[in-house]
């Protein structure tokens, strides 16, 4: 078993509960982890054999682009959604999606969801 990790994706997207949040937009941060075997690939040095972090981070981009979510949550499961669908050898992934400076009324770095699937 092996983990892969990508940290920190940022993407601009227009994401919000509010009007304001989905016509002005803001800043998003999505950390992934992706569990499997990578026994074959650590031996094969092939990318063919490998759970591909290229694609992994294009669907993501993909996800974040799309229709606008009310959700942090709405984003994680499709992005979950789109992983599993597409890529081959996932036992366990858990993504987290952060919206920086959120409008709460208050100074706040980051508000965040994480949610974790397994095959």
Do not use: C, W
């Not at 078993?1 to 940022?10: F, L, V």
């Not at 031996?43 to 959700?71: F, P, T």
């Not at 858990?94 to 959120?102: E, F, G, Y």
Request: aromatic content about 6%; hydrophobic content about 40%; glycine content about 8%.
């Amino acid at each position: 078993m092996g983990k892969i990790i990508i940290e920190e994706m940022e993407f601009y997207a227009f994401h919000g509960h509010y009007k304001e949040e989905q016509i002005v937009g803001n800043r998003f941060l999505v950390d992934l982890e992706i569990e499997g075997d990578m026994s074959i690939p650590a031996s094969s040095d092939r990318l063919g054999d490998a759970i591909n972090y290229q694609v992994a981070y294009r669907l993501i981009r993909e996800e974040m682009r799309k229709k606008k979510s009310n959700l942090l949550e709405n984003i994680a499961k499709r992005i979950l959604d789109a992983l599993f669908d597409n890529l081959k050898g996932i036992e366990r992934a858990t993504v987290r999606v952060r919206k920086m400076n959120p409008p709460l009324g208050g100074p706040i770095k980051s508000i965040g969801v994480t949610l974790t699937r397994e095959n």
